[in-house]
């Protein structure tokens, strides 16, 4: 009976081994969003921390999450644009850049539980958002 209690405790020592080599290399690993970053955004919402690992681990859980989006949101992109190109099989197009707009972006975020408004300053047309006087000059 010893010998199937000692089996669970040597996972569960596996398992904690993992965990503490995970939080030490975190001290090690150079997240690409800023720790001071994360600090103020999570001051912001009442969180206070003083372990870095702990702070870094949520700048990685970021960096997951915004890596996620930009690719959902470069998917998002191809498509509209390879419909684009479909609909215009008579004009040869040359260049072959991505534009990612915002409606890209939208889609990606929304499919991640994020819903975004999109603002008046956010427009096709230059002009848009202006006061009517300065749209004549």
């Known amino acids: 009976m010893n010998h ?4 669970s405790s040597d996972g569960r020592h596996d398992d904690d081994a993992a965990l503490t080599e995970f939080l030490a290399s975190l001290m090690e690993y150079t997240p690409t969003i800023p720790d001071e970053l994360v600090e103020h955004y999570l001051g912001k919402s009442g969180f206070q921390c003083p372990d870095v690992r702990l702070i870094r681990l949520v700048a990685v859980a970021t960096q997951k999450f ?8 470069l998917q998002q992109c191809k498509a509209r644009q390879s419909s684009v190109v479909k609909d215009k ?9 991505l534009i990612l707009t915002m409606e890209d972006l939208s889609k990606s975020l929304h499919e991640h539980g994020v819903n975004v408004k999109h603002q008046e300053y956010f427009a ?9 006087a300065s749209r004549d000059e």
């Open 89 to 97: 099989r008579d004009k040869q197009q040359k260049d072959k850049r």
């Open 124 to 132: 096709d047309s230059p002009s848009t958002g202006m006061d009517p």
């Open 4 to 7: 199937n209690i000692q089996q």
């Open 66 to 73: 915004v890596a996620e989006v930009a690719s959902d949101a």
